[in-house]
């Protein structure tokens, strides 16, 4: 029970993931509905609770996880390390899982100025967090951190904010029977080139190259997510930041978009398959490859355990280059710097971060521990990750625009996906005008 469990709830995950602050449910929404305020209002007397045990020198944190109760093995792995922790330092933890209302839980007390002493970043914690969380440099376990995700959760002033349980790490997921069955080494695909040349060799014997299920926009807006970072240079990383990034650099690679579907390198259902149906697919060897993170691995293998499926890292535009890892935050916990009970808060995370308790929480997430001591087992994907973690690693894409611009990423990639009339010129033009209303 407990295989299928993660294997069914890593689907939920890459969803959440791929859309945090952005994707499917980013649209902006008001933190002032009545479902926020009861939550807010509940949020504040557990506070007050919290505190009047305080003073009677009972110390208990306010813990907040992101991932979702969804992911019933992630949230039974979690609840379980707390309670050892509860157990050995006396501490007492209200632990919460808020689940589709986190982000506009945590906007909310973020207006208040009343944040759970440990909470959840979930791809946020430089950019939309970091002025509220305290530094984390002087922990026992921050020289621990990964190389892949330590600059994403590094502020500018050099600040470590959160511990890195779990990240994910994104490539392209593939069907290595397939891809050998067309003649496709996937250890030399190291450039777009040898992609696309992969891409007709597996069209030559009738299957699909790229698998996109439209249905759940995510998916075809990660074809963005992996091109961007692998073709703009770090100068356009930078304008992107202060504002003056010139949107007419993306229609090279909007237009490089079109022409795989000129090309024919997807299914025909892709603007109506689902993530369920794609990953099923590219198990049962009808397809090459799916852009998404491991998820649709493990998805793919619930189906056909025997498949031959893993991971490669994203092509380089050019040879010199060099591949890329795709890294975002997943499971990263925070401390909020005005919380009265910080030195409970840094002995809850120095115990997340013991290694047999991190390789727990990598292990029940599915995905590599963001600490370099932690030996985690991911089955078939470890070396995959392994393989990943080798190249150099550059930021999910969304995570540098402002909160909110995923959905134009998905309204871009689904009008190219239905072959509009100047798909991309109207696309630039959505993303320019988003980028710049969002950067006022």
Partial sequence: MKKALVVGLTC???????????????????AGGSDNVSQTTQAASEKEQALSEADSGETELEVYMSAGSALELLDDATRSIIDQFTEETGIK??????????????KARMASNDMPDVFC????????????LLSLNEEPWANDVSDSIREIITDDNGNLLVLPSAYALFGINCNFDVLEEAGVNADEIKTWKDFEDACEKVRAIGKDPILVGGKDLVLPAQIFQDL???????????????????????????????????RGFFNVDCLTADFAAVCQSLAAGEGAFIFLDS????????????????MIPVPAENIEDGQIGIAGEYLSWGIWKDS???????????????????????????????????DYDLGKLTGEFQKITQCR????????????????????????????????????????QSYNEKMK
């Fill in 12 to 30: 939920s995950m890459v969803i959440s993931l791929s859309a945090c602050g952005g994707g499917k449910q980013e649209a902006e929404k008001s």
């Fill in 93 to 106: 933890v209200s632990y919460n899982v808020p689940g589709e209302g986190y982000e506009e839980l945590m």
């Fill in 121 to 132: 970043t979930h791809g946020w914690a430089v950019v939309r967090y970091g002025e509220y």
């Fill in 228 to 262: 961007c970072p692998s073709v703009l240079t770090e100068e356009d990383d930078a304008a992107i930041q202060d504002g003056s990034f010139d949107w007419e650099k993306i229609r090279p690679i909007s237009e490089r978009y079109v022409d795989w579907v000129d």
């Fill in 295 to 310: 998820s649709i691995v493990n998805q793919g293998l619930a189906y056909y355990p025997d498949a031959n499926m893993g």
């Fill in 340 to 374: 009265e009970n910080v030195d409970a808060a840094k002995q809850l995370l120095e115990y997340f971060a013991r290694p047999e308790n991190a390789k727990i929480l990598a292990e029940a997430a599915g995905l590599p521990s963001g600490l370099e001591n932690v």
């Fill in 393 to 432: 690693t550059k930021p999910v894409w969304d995570r540098k625009l402002p909160s909110g611009m995923f959905n134009d990423l998905c309204t871009a990639a689904q009008s190219i996906l239905a072959k509009e009339d100047d798909a991309v010129s109207k696309g630039i033009e959505i993303l320019r």
